[in-house]
């Protein structure tokens, strides 16, 4: 059984920064296309960062419009971890966080077959 859990959100402060993180049980996710969703209140779930693994050559990441520059997604095979770097966290920013395992789709499809539970980051003044 695959487990993806989430951890690292908080109520943080316009500007400030946190860090995700998506421990997977279950499953060697070194390889793996991994994502980041979010989903505010009364919205639907959008793309936030992919990352997946060009084989023999290195990890790759793509990120939607409103983070690019401010978020950077990465991965520990050791840990089995993906992880989440938001930086200059913006109130828009405000929403539940999911952790996604294992598409053959495009990175920012909602075709993923493993989810985590969601984590909340609130940024608020």
């Known amino acids: 059984q695959v487990v993806l859990v989430e951890s690292g959100g908080g109520v943080v402060q316009p500007g400030d920064s946190l860090r995700l993180s998506c421990l997977a049980s279950g499953r060697n996710i070194k390889t793996d296309k991994m994502a980041w969703f979010r989903q505010s209140s009364g919205k639907e779930r959008e793309f936030v960062a992919s990352?997946?693994?060009?084989?023999?050559?290195?990890?790759?990441?793509d990120y939607a419009t409103p983070v690019k520059g401010r978020f950077s997604a990465s991965r520990d095979p050791k840990r089995n971890t993906l992880y989440l770097q938001m930086n200059d966290l913006r109130i828009e920013d405000t929403a539940v966080y999911y952790c996604?395992?294992?598409?053959?789709?495009?990175?920012?499809?909602?075709?993923?077959?493993?989810w985590g539970q969601g984590t909340q980051v609130t940024v608020s003044s």
């Open positions: 990352h997946g693994w060009i084989e023999g050559l290195r990890y790759y990441a």
């Open positions: 996604a395992d294992e598409n053959d789709g495009p990175g920012d499809s909602l075709n993923y077959k493993y």
